[in-house]
C-alpha cells in the first residue's frame, strides 16, 4: 500500500522551512527520500533505518518514527534549488525477516516551490 | 558519465506494437530495478534484478511485458501489444548494497518516455 504524503503542495519565500510528512500503513524497514526536478530523474537524498535516526544533509534533514511508521524532512532555510517533487520511498520487511532489496513503494509526492 | 543510461529517450508507437527500452546501469552495481512513472505519481516498482536473476515482478507487470538482463550487465524490459494505458515514463535505477545494511539508494536514469497513440 502507497505511502501518504503530506502536504501535497508547499510554496516558500527563499529561506523560509518547510516539513514534508510521509506515514505508512505498514512496518517498515526503511524510509527513502528523493527530489525530482521537472523532467529530470529522481535524485536521492538520504536513508533512514528502523531506530529513529536523524540524518542529515547541509540544510536538510528527516527523522523516522518506527513504531508510528511515518517519516519526516525537514527544509531549513530553503534555497531555490530546493524547488521540485519530493518522494519518500518506503521498504518493507521481506520474507524471512530480511528486506526487499530496493523495491520502494514510493509516495504520491510533494510538489515544493521556493519564490526569491 | 558513470551514470545509469536509458534508450531511447522517447517513443511514440501505436497501439498493438512492440516496444523494447534499454538500461545501462553504472557497472558496478548488482542491482537493477525497473520503474513506471505516470504523470502526477510517483514510480511504481516493476521488476529488480540481482546480476542476472530477475528476483520479483509486480503484480503490475502483466504478461506483455518482459524484462532480462543477460550477464547481469544491462537490461531490456519488452512491452508487447502495447495498449494506450501502457503510457508513461519508464525509469530504470541500479543500486548496490551499503556495507552492513540490507539496503541502498538508487541511482535513477533519465527514464524511456512511451507515448501509444
Known amino acids: 500500500q502507497q505511502p501518504v504524503q503530506s502536504p501535497q503542495a508547499v510554496i516558500l519565500r527563499e529561506g523560509e522551512d518547510a516539513v514534508i510528512n510521509c506515514s505508512s500503513s505498514k512496518a517498515l524497514y526503511s524510509v527513502h527520500w528523493y527530489r525530482q526536478k521537472h523532467g529530470e530523474a529522481p535524485v536521492f537524498l538520504m536513508i533512514l533505518l528502523k531506530g529513529g535516526e536523524q540524518k542529515g544533509h547541509e540544510k536538510i534533514s528527516a527523522s523516522f518514527n518506527e513504531k508510528k511508521q511515518q517519516s519526516s524532512l525537514y527544509l531549513t532555510a530553503s534555497q531555490l534549488s530546493y524547488s521540485g517533487t519530493y518522494f519518500c520511498?518506503?521498504?518493507?520487511?521481506?520474507?524471512?525477516?530480511?528486506?526487499?532489496?530496493?523495491?520502494?513503494?514510493f509516495g504520491q509526492g510533494t510538489i515544493l516551490t521556493v519564490h526569491p | 558519465d558513470t551514470g545509469v543510461s536509458q534508450n531511447p529517450r522517447h517513443k511514440i508507437t501505436k497501439r498493438g506494437q512492440n516496444v523494447t527500452f534499454r538500461c545501462d546501469p553504472i557497472s558496478e552495481h548488482n542491482r537493477l530495478y525497473w520503474y513506471r512513472q505516470t504523470l502526477g505519481q510517483g514510480p511504481e516498482f516493476l521488476t529488480y534484478f540481482q546480476n542476472e536473476a530477475q528476483l520479483e515482478k509486480s503484480r503490475l507487470l502483466s504478461d506483455r511485458f518482459s524484462a532480462e538482463r543477460p550477464k547481469g550487465s544491462f537490461s531490456t524490459l519488452e512491452i508487447q501489444r502495447t495498449e494506450q494505458g501502457d503510457s508513461a515514463m519508464y525509469l530504470c535505477a541500479s543500486s548496490s548494497r551499503r556495507p552492513f545494511q540490507n539496503t541502498g539508494e538508487l541511482f535513477f536514469g533519465e527514464g524511456s518516455r512511451l507515448t501509444v497513440l
Open positions: 520511498g518506503t521498504e518493507g520487511p521481506g520474507r524471512a525477516g530480511g528486506t526487499s532489496y530496493g523495491k520502494l513503494t
